[in-house]
């Protein structure tokens, strides 16, 4: 497995996680999450939709201390951004409860289908400036994925 394949798994994932939860977009709909891979599209026209509500699984860094019997370490951010128009301004908890359930995913289970190990470590960070009405957070998220072995004679 790759990084970008583990990227791709974690879209497919994240989706399915959040497939019964609906966010408001600016048109006043309630659909679920978009989640994109690395970064939001990039729009061709003004015409086409908002991307909030949003997942972005971002590829951040990556480790292997080459080691016989070392992990290619994967770290990655997830960032979560809604619109909430509400004037109590408590989109927050929305952006907080997205992280909750990511955090309770992996700790739950670290097993990502057989291809990757979640591996424990978990950090996260809401705004801190206004930009209401949208809301934004996210978290750091590190996976074990197989590591490439050297097969010649001297390994």
């Known amino acids: 497995m790759t ?9 497919e994932e994240f989706k399915e996680l959040f497939k019964d939860y609906a966010y ?6 309630r659909i679920p999450l978009n989640v994109f891979p690395q970064h939001i599209p990039i729009n061709e026209t003004d015409e086409e939709e908002d991307p909030v509500p949003y997942l972005i699984v ?14 290619n370490k994967v770290n990655l951010v997830i960032i979560a951004g809604i619109f909430d128009d509400d004037l109590k301004a408590q989109g927050h908890r929305d952006i907080l409860n997205i992280i909750q359930k990511i955090y309770e995913r992996f700790h739950e289970n670290p097993n990502l289908k ?23 957070g996210a978290c750091s998220i590190s996976f074990y994925i197989a590591a490439i072995r050297r097969e010649d004679e001297y390994a």
């Open 114 to 136: 057989n291809k990757a190990a979640y591996t424990g470590e978990f950090h996260w960070a809401a705004q801190e400036d206004n930009y209401y009405p949208f809301y934004f």
């Open 58 to 71: 971002r590829l951040s860094t990556g480790d292997d201390d080459g080691t016989r019997d070392s992990n």
């Open 24 to 29: 408001k977009t600016p048109a006043g709909d």
């Open 3 to 11: 990084p970008l394949e583990l990227q791709d798994l974690l879209v």
